[in-house]
């Protein structure tokens, strides 16, 4: 299998509009809970219905500490291409990227601005992110630019509440979990971003969490989808 040497990184060059992601507090506390014991536990099963299932040449975006690089699967994976905009959190994906069973090459670049050309993947694979973009229209451009035709979208998204109150207190919290969580939105309708896309055999269903802690979040303030698309053609 031809790829790059495992470990090795490239740094994009985000445009002007693009403004720089840099969260050295939330990077260090979000990078450590995600690759503990505990925070394997709690998203292992969002991980596997992601990463786990991708194929081919991958792209990931906001690949933040790096948990997902273990469940891609030698047997069906060719490659990575993770990029991460925050260099705070590229130091922690650098460690789990030198132990991934798949060469995982890291790039500094924002999803708004992916430096890779037309048509490039197979499988793009975002986990927790779209929450937390400047654009999140922007970026699902991005993401359906660099897909091959008939290459999948596999993506895991804390989303808005489908209930007019949950989602009203969301909203009025938002502000709050911005500032505290690296621009992190709880009210944000990312299945409606794909659905604009322009990518087609949408499915949309909701994620379960094993541990009871979460669960009370999942059915509240941060109900989590599994989205699936695919690219027209192929
Ligand atoms: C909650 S963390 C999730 C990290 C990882 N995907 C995971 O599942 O553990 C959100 C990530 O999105 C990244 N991020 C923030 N703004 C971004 C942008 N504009 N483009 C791409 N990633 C972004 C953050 O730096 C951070 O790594």
């Known amino acids: 299998m031809q790829g790059p040497e495992q470990g090795t990184e490239r740094h994009g060059t985000a445009p002007e509009s693009v403004p720089v992601v840099n969260y050295p507090g939330f990077a260090r506390a979000f990078a450590r809970m995600s690759n503990s014991e505990p925070g394997r536990q709690t998203f292992e099963r969002l991980r596997r219905q992601t990463a786990g299932r991708a194929r081919g040449v991958t792209l990931?975006?906001?690949?933040?500490?790096?948990?997902n690089f273990a469940y891609y699967d030698p047997a069906l994976v060719e490659r990575v291409e993770a990029t991460e905009?925050?260099?705070?959190?590229?130091?922690?994906?650098?460690?789990?990227?030198?132990?991934?069973?798949?060469?995982?090459?890291?790039?500094?670049?924002?999803?708004?601005?992916?430096?890779?050309?037309?048509?490039?993947?197979?499988?793009?694979?975002?986990?927790?992110?779209?929450?937390?973009?400047?654009?999140?229209?922007?970026?699902?451009?991005?993401?359906?630019?660099?897909?091959?035709?008939?290459?999948?979208?596999?993506?895991?998204?804390?989303?808005?509440?489908?209930?007019?109150?949950?989602?009203?207190?969301?909203?009025?919290?938002?502000?709050?979990?911005?500032?505290?969580?690296?621009?992190?939105?709880?009210?944000?309708?990312?299945?409606?971003?794909?659905?604009?896309?322009?990518?087609?055999?949408?499915s949309v269903t909701r994620l379960r969490y094993p541990s009871a802690w979460y669960s009370a979040l999942e059915d509240g303030l941060l109900p989590i989808l599994l989205i699936e698309a695919r690219k027209p053609g192929g």
């Open 60 to 67: 990931e975006v906001g690949a933040g500490g790096g948990p």
């Open 85 to 202: 905009p925050d260099a705070n959190m590229l130091r922690y994906a650098r460690e789990q990227a030198a132990q991934a069973r798949v060469p995982v090459t890291l790039t500094q670049a924002p999803a708004e601005a992916l430096p890779f050309a037309d048509e490039t993947f197979d499988t793009a694979v975002v986990t927790l992110v779209f929450c937390s973009v400047v654009d999140p229209a922007r970026s699902m451009r991005e993401l359906a630019r660099t897909l091959k035709p008939g290459g999948r979208l596999l993506m895991a998204e804390h989303v808005r509440s489908e209930h007019a109150a949950i989602s009203a207190v969301q909203s009025a919290l938002a502000p709050i979990t911005r500032r505290a969580a690296a621009n992190c939105h709880w009210n944000r309708d990312t299945a409606s971003v794909v659905r604009q896309s322009g990518l087609t055999e949408i």
